[in-house]
Every structure is written in C-alpha cells, then in structure tokens.
C-alpha cells in the first residue's frame, strides 16, 4: 500500500496541450477524499481540466449559490473562462462540467456515459469525470439540493490534488444529524466565528448548528423576553449563511432554570419566541433541560398541578411540556423538523424514575439528546448506545463532548487530538453526533472535521489519517504548515474526563521519540547515542520553528486563538534544542554541558509562566505544553548522561 502522501491524488489543473500523451505512461492513483466516500473507483485514462470550462445544468431545480460555489472553485484552480450552456454536445473538445439532480433527464445522461449511479438515499450524490477523445466530462449529481452541495464540496477537494485518473464517487452520510452544538461555558463565539464555522461546516459535509450558547441572556435567564431588534437581525444573517451553506440552523432555548411548567404564561411565552425566530427563517427547535435543578418546582403552580416534586414528577411536567411545544410547531409548519430536547438526565444510559416518566409520556418524534456513558466519556460502544436507546425509548442523538474546554481539567489546554473511540456501526444506534466544540472556534475544526468525517462514515473513519487532512486543510494544502501544525497539535493531545485519568494521552509523537532517546542513551552504543541525539535537535529545531510557519501560512483568526500557546512552543522548543545541544556536549565529556542545560531550564521556567488570554475560556491558567512529557524530559535530561 503506498504512503498517504502518494495516496493524495487527484485532479491536476494543466494546461499542456500535451499533457495526456505525457502522462499516458504514469501511474495514477485512487483519490483522497474526507469524509470517506462510501464508494471510490478509479480507472486508467488521463484526465485534465482545461483552461475554458463549459457548465451544463438543467435550467430548473439548481441554486444559484451551488453554481456560484462551483464557479468560484473553478477560478480558484486555475481556470480561465466559464461559459454555460444547457445541452451536453456529442463531441467534446474541452472540460464539461454536467451539475444538476438526479430526476433530470441531462444529469441522467450523463450518469450514464460515467457508468455512475445516485444512492437513493437522503444527501446523496455521485461524481464521476472521465477523459473522452479530446474532451472531458465531469458529472455532479445530487438525489436533492443537499447532496449537490456536497457533490460540489468534494469536488472542490479534487481541484486541490495533484493527480488525475478517471474516476466515479457513489456516496451518501451513515447518519441524518451531523454537526455542532455552540454549547459550552465561557465566553461564546462571535457573530464573525459563528458565520465562518457555518462555511466550514458546510465544506465537511455537517448539516447541523445548534445555536446554544450558555450566556445568551434571551435564551437562558431573561428567556421570556423578546429579542432586540439588533440581535434578531445579526441571528437572521447567520440563518441565511446556515442556508447557504446546507446547515440546518437549530435555536435552543433553555428555560429550565425558572421555568413554571403548568403556567399557560410561560407555554405563551415560548410559542412567541418560536414564532420570532420563525418570522427569520429558523426551522428548527430545540429546548435543552440540562444543567438545572429538577427535584423542586420553581412555582407552586406546580406543586398544585403535578403533586410533591421529585425525578418522577419532573419527568411528566418535562415531557407535558414538550409535547405542546411539539403540538405549536407541527400547527406552526407541518414541514418543520421534530424538536429536539437534552434531559435532566443526559449523562448515562441508565435506566431512572425521571427516564421512565419521561419516555412514557414524550412524543416518540421528539429527539432525544444524550452526552454518553458519562458528560466526558472516554469511548462510546454500540452497546452504551443500545442502552441508551432503550433507556429513552428511541434512538438518542450524542452530545459530544468533545473539544469542549470548559471545565476545570482543561484549565489552560486547547483539545487538538483526532477524534477517537467511538465504536464503528454507531450510525445503527443513534440518530446522530453533535460536537460541542471549544471557546476557541478555528482550533475547533481539528476534531470537528473527525466527528462529521466519522457521522458521514463510521465504517470507513480513520482518525488518524482524517487528523492529517485536518491539518492540511488548515494550512491551506502547504506541506511545511501541515508538518508545523501537527507538531503543534501534538502537545495539546491530552484530552481529560471529569475524573483522573484522560482519555487520551499527551503528546504521543513526541513521547515516542523522547523514550528513544532514553533508550538509546541507557542501552546503545556510542554510535546509536549520538545518532538518536541528532535526531533530537533536529526535531527539537522543527518544533521550535513551528509556530512561526504556522504564523506564515495559517488563518490570522487560528493565529489570535492560538497565541499564548504558539508563544509557549516557541520557548519550549529552545529549551529542546537547549536540551539536545547538552546532550551532546556531555556525550563528549564537554563542560559546556551544565551551562547548556542551565539555559534550557530558564527557557522551560519562561514557557510555564504564559497565561492564557484572559476571559477566552471559562477558566484562565497557565498555558500547557505537552505537559508531563517535554517537561519531564527536559527536567531529567542533566541525569541521563554524567562524566
């Protein structure tokens, strides 16, 4: 099998003229795409995009935006002229590109010159480009205008590639509810982050925003009171964009905490909050029940409606109300999307007298939202989603929470390890993932791009390798920013539960190597200890410089997110080449040595002190560098060799 750089192939903007006569010799290679396509063939044949390119589309049923999203994809790639027509020519003598959905006759044919079929299924789509004479035929097929969209998203990855065959891609998502929840505590996202994670959604194939953030005073403490007319309309822009971009944009109000469940008042008031956000355009609606106090009433209207307070009693007030606010929806707009609630209960599988009383009264439409085994599971096995779907009586949607840095153990950290341990064939068992990503939006995407690669194709995930196309996507394809990125991403592995142990561990690449070098120093010979310690400074020279490649390549916003952290590597990193250089100065029996690890330790002393940025997480501290791997070494490194 070949290394992943040889496997990332695809489509390769020339335009030499004699470009398929020369390459007819050349290997070609099976495509790369993320989320894993369920179906990817490929065939012998060159293959080139030219410099004029000629759109073929139905004239009905094709948004605007998708065609303007291929055109920009297009230009971006090097192509110099569009045109459109709407009939497919039987000679070609350039690129045609054939977009549409699959019921047209058009797309119908030219599925069938590619020998590609649409999945019947919701979201589904086909691409296929095959060389024919003098020409090219690309086909993008959709069953609906979400599976065109992402017909187009994975085209858009093929004109980044360096590669060509023909090829035909068949594919269609695992799971109906992919995306994130804008859940966590903290300082939120801003409108600007919130507009360009909807955009980065879109390009991973998510289909699912929840817009919950816990400081929302209209959504949460002042809930009963109407939106500002400002903040409505900043709301409206991102609904918009969520349409554009094929993400269902869903509002959540958490009224939980001062709530009167039997209170016609207060049943009033959501339904006029639903309707304002409706009036925007917002189609889909959740209530979130997390986080309160549920074994007392917050009204004696209760007490008199529903008896003595306790799980039970919360669990028949709970689901009583939200079978009417499903009731309002449905006379709403029968077309709309089940609400969609988090219980009290969210945080096992368990079965409990608030469960039982809540299942048996609830809607069997509305969906249910559970965060796992426990609020911070280390792993989630088919088995754990079994339980859960019979503890509340339907298939759950997981609450991930996963990068969320909101709590005390992650004081200090960003989230930055591939998503992980969540058992293939869980898109049989849940209706879906939402992520609840970190106060920080854009270092957010390295584990997002996991979740809504692993809800698209559960069977196919490869965390490892979708860590690595995150990254490259990051950094914009750049090879050396790719390299910089996933250095820098390694130090910030560590992901904790709410107990002791993380579910996963620190700095792994790392680690690797530096046992190496105490392996070699106790057990090698002189020839394998200055080996491995060359090694050491050279990698200790490519961390230190990390952050600046970083700086030169990737996103300003990921650079202001990361700033502390980019500073403390860069520090870290000269007490490791510090750390290298007295290695190899005490391998000769240098006195410098002393003077070189004192150095190293100065420079590790000035990396500890860097605080995070103040306010941008819930809670500030003192910024972690693969902690408890770097620090340990460069602490023990003036014992590992003495004379």
């Not at 695992?174 to 507009?195: D, H, L, N, V």
């Not at 250095?487 to 910030?492: A, P, R, S």
Request: hydrophobic share 40%; aromatic share 10%.
């Amino acid at each position: 099998m070949r290394s992943l750089l040889n496997s990332l192939i695809l489509i390769i903007i020339s335009f030499n003229c004699c470009f398929a006569q020369h390459h007819q010799s050349k290997p070609f290679y099976k495509p790369l795409i993320f989320p894993e396509p369920v179906s990817l063939q490929v065939t012998r044949g060159a293959f080139v995009i030219t410099p004029s390119v000629t759109l073929v589309a139905p004239s009905k049923n094709v948004s605007l935006e998708i065609e303007e999203l291929l055109k920009a994809a297009l230009k971006k790639s090097g192509v110099q002229s569009v045109k459109s027509v709407q009939e497919i020519p039987k000679e070609l003598n350039h690129t045609y590109i054939v977009f549409g959905l699959k019921d047209s006759k058009l797309i119908q044919q030219a599925l069938e010159r590619s020998n590609a079929v649409v999945p019947d299924k919701k979201e589904a789509y086909a691409v296929s480009g095959i060389s024919t004479g003098d020409g090219e035929l690309i086909t993008l097929a959709g069953k609906d205008n979400d599976g065109l969209f992402y017909a187009v998203q994975t085209f858009i990855q093929l004109t980044k590639q360096e590669s060509v065959s023909n090829f035909v891609i068949q594919d269609y998502p695992a799971m109906p509810i992919r995306g994130t929840i804008e859940g966590f505590y903290g300082k939120p996202w801003s409108m600007e982050s919130r507009q360009a994670h909807l955009k980065f959604l879109g390009s991973v194939k998510a289909n699912t925003y929840v817009y919950s953030p816990k400081d929302d005073p209209y959504a949460r403490a002042e809930w009963r009171e109407d939106y500002p007319k400002e903040t409505l309309k900043e709301l409206s822009a991102l609904v918009e964009i969520a349409k554009n971009n094929h993400v269902n944009f869903v509002y959540a109000i958490s009224p939980g905490p001062t709530i009167c469940f039997s209170d016609p008042a207060d049943l009033d008031a959501l339904k006029r909050k639903f309707e304002e956000l409706y009036t925007i355009g917002v189609k889909n609606f959740y209530v979130a029940l997390d986080d309160i106090e549920y074994t007392q009433w917050n009204c004696d209207k209760d007490e008199a409606h529903y008896g003595e307070s306790g799980k039970k009693a919360a669990g028949i007030a709970q689901s009583e109300l939200l079978n009417k606010l499903q009731a309002i929806l449905d006379e709403l707009d029968p077309n709309m999307s089940p609400l969609i609630m988090v219980p009290t209960e969210y945080y096992d599988a368990k079965e409990s007298d608030y469960k039982n009383a809540l299942i048996e009264n609830l809607d069997p439409k509305i969906v249910v939202q559970w965060t796992g085994t426990d609020v911070v599971p280390p792993s989630i096995s088919n088995n754990d989603a079994g339980k859960a779907a019979k503890a509340f009586g339907r298939k759950t949607l997981l609450w991930d929470n996963y990068p969320v840095n909101d709590y005390g153990q992650t004081k200090g950290r960003l989230l930055m390890a591939p998503y992980r341990y969540r058992e293939a064939g869980l898109s049989k068992e849940l209706s879906g993932i939402l992520s609840n990503p970190m106060n920080q939006e854009m270092p957010s995407r390295i584990a997002v791009t996991g979740v809504a690669s692993f809800a698209w194709n559960d069977r196919a995930y490869d965390p490892d390798l979708i860590w690595y196309m995150a990254a490259r996507n990051l950094a914009n394809g750049d090879k050396k920013a790719t390299q910089a990125l996933l250095k820098f991403f390694d130090t910030q592995h560590l992901a904790p539960t709410f107990g002791s142990q993380p579910w996963q561990e620190q700095a792994p690449r790392l680690k690797a190597l530096l046992d190496k070098v105490r392996r070699e120093i106790a057990f090698g010979d002189t020839a394998s200890r200055k080996k491995v310690i060359t090694e050491l400074k050279t990698y200790a020279e490519e961390f230190k410089n990390a952050p600046a490649i970083i700086r030169s390549a990737v996103d300003p916003v990921f650079i202001e997110e990361t700033k502390p952290w980019l500073e403390a590597m860069e520090l870290w990193g000269e007490s490791l080449v510090l750390t290298a250089e007295g290695l190899q100065a005490a391998m000769n029996s240098n006195t410098k040595a002393k003077n070189l690890f004192e150095k190293a330790a100065a420079f590790a002393e000035r990396a500890t002190e860097i605080e995070s940025i103040p306010g941008a997480t819930r809670f500030d501290g003192k910024i972690k560098i693969a902690d408890g791997v770097l620090d340990v070494f460069i602490n023990n490194a003036p014992g590992l060799i003495t004379f």
